[in-house]
C-alpha cells in the first residue's frame, strides 16, 4: 500500500512544481527598467551624450587659441534659437502626456498627445531651418563656422530621427496592430525626448552665448 501512495504523492509533487514554473500568465511587456528598450535607450543616450561633450570641448579647444571669437566677428542672431528653445520646453508638457497615456495604455490618450507632439515637431523643425540661415557663419568659412554647424547639426539629425519616429509610431498608433510592445514604444521614444531637449540646452548656450563672453 505505501507505493501507490507515494506514487500520488509524487504526482502530486510534480502538479505543483509544473504549476510553480507555469508563465502563461506573466505579463509579455513592461515598463522602464523591466524593457530591454529601456536599457537600448540609455545606452544610446550615453553614445551621443560622449559625442556632444566631444564636440562642446573642441569648440571651446578652438576659442582658447583664436585671438578673436568668434573669427568671423558676428555672433549667431539670438531669435530664431530662442524661439526653438522655447517651443522644445513647451512640448515636454504633451510629450509627458503621451508617456503617461502609454503607461495606462489608454490608446485615446496616445493618440491626441502623438498627435499634438508631431504638430510641435513640425514647428521646432520649421524653425531649425531659420537658425542655420541666423549662425552669420558657413561651415566652410573658418573653425569656428565649422564647428557651430557641427554642433547644430548634430542636434539637428536627433530632431528628425526623433520626428521620424514619432511619426511611425503616431501612425501605428491610428492603423497598426496594437500590441503592449507599441505602448512601450511610445513610453520609451518619450524618454529619449527628454535627452533631445535637456542635451539642447547647454548646445544653446555654448553656440548663441560661448560667442558673446
Known amino acids: 500500500m505505501s507505493a501507490p501512495i507515494e506514487n500520488r504523492k509524487s504526482g502530486k509533487e510534480a ?8 508563465v502563461s500568465n506573466l505579463p509579455t511587456f513592461g515598463f522602464g527598467v523591466r524593457s530591454p528598450m529601456w536599457w537600448g535607450t540609455m545606452g544610446l ?19 582658447s587659441h583664436a585671438t578673436v571669437w568668434p573669427l568671423s566677428r558676428f555672433p549667431p542672431d539670438l531669435l530664431w534659437g530662442t524661439v526653438n528653445t522655447a517651443i522644445m520646453l513647451a512640448s515636454l508638457w504633451p510629450n509627458q502626456m503621451a508617456k503617461r497615456a502609454a503607461e495606462r495604455l489608454d490608446l485615446a490618450g496616445v493618440r ?17 531651418v531659420f537658425e542655420f540661415g541666423a549662425l552669420n557663419t558657413r561651415w566652410d568659412t573658418d ?3 565649422s564647428v ?23 501612425v ?8 503592449g510592445k507599441r505602448f512601450v514604444d511610445v513610453s520609451e521614444n518619450a524618454g529619449y525626448w527628454y535627452f533631445v531637449v535637456l542635451s539642447w540646452l547647454p548646445i544653446y548656450a555654448v553656440i548663441y552665448w560661448g560667442a558673446r563672453f
Open 45 to 63: 543616450v550615453a553614445v551621443e551624450s560622449t559625442v556632444f561633450a566631444l564636440t562642446i570641448m573642441a569648440y571651446f579647444y578652438l576659442r
Open 112 to 128: 491626441l498627445w502623438m498627435t499634438v507632439c508631431m504638430a510641435v515637431s513640425v514647428g521646432f523643425l520649421t524653425v531649425r
Open 143 to 145: 573653425a569656428y563656422g
Open 172 to 179: 501605428l498608433m491610428f492603423t497598426g496592430r496594437l500590441e
Open 15 to 22: 502538479v505543483q512544481r509544473g504549476a510553480a514554473l507555469d
Open 148 to 170: 557651430v554647424w557641427m554642433l547644430l547639426g548634430l542636434h539637428t539629425t536627433h530632431l528628425i530621427t526623433d520626428a521620424y519616429d514619432s511619426l511611425v509610431l503616431t
